[in-house]
């Protein structure tokens, strides 16, 4: 939430996408995807900048735009993961690492 913050923060006070990008060490593409939101969102509307809990709620999803994920029911535990213990597989954002959708 930070590196947003210091996006938001940059740009409001005007600089250029190039000098942001570089020296933040991120894309381009990446400024001005945030400028656009930012635009849209009003947050660069003169006054201050939205303190971090509300920032936050301003990026999260809404629940119909979050991606479902591939699998309705919850497998059992692979080899090696304890019975309980919730870990995430890596590729999806779920804590489901033993679904046979991911090759286990």
Same mark, same amino acid.
């Given at each position: 939430?930070?590196?947003?913050?210091?996006?938001?923060? @940059? %740009?409001? %006070?005007?600089?250029?996408?190039?000098?942001? +990008?570089?020296?933040?060490?991120?894309?381009?593409?990446?400024?001005? &995807?945030?400028?656009?939101?930012?635009?849209? &969102?009003?947050?660069?509307?003169? #006054? +201050?900048?939205?303190?971090?809990?509300?920032?936050?709620?301003?990026?999260?999803? +809404?629940?119909?735009? @979050?991606? +479902? &994920?591939?699998?309705?029911?919850?497998?059992?535990? #692979?080899?090696?993961?304890?019975?309980?213990?919730?870990?995430?597989? #890596? @590729?999806?954002?779920?804590?489901?690492?033993?679904?046979?959708?991911? #090759?286990?």
């Amino acid at each position: 939430m930070t590196d947003i913050r210091e996006i938001l923060r @940059r %740009l409001h %006070l005007g600089e250029p996408d190039r000098r942001i +990008a570089r020296d933040l060490g991120i894309s381009r593409n990446t400024v001005a &995807h945030y400028r656009v939101w930012a635009a849209r &969102h009003g947050v660069l509307d003169g #006054g +201050a900048l939205p303190d971090v809990a509300t920032l936050a709620e301003l990026l999260a999803p +809404a629940p119909s735009e @979050r991606p +479902a &994920h591939p699998d309705n029911d919850r497998a059992e535990a #692979g080899p090696g993961v304890e019975p309980g213990v919730e870990q995430s597989c #890596g @590729r999806c954002l779920t804590t489901d690492v033993s679904s046979s959708r991911h #090759g286990n």
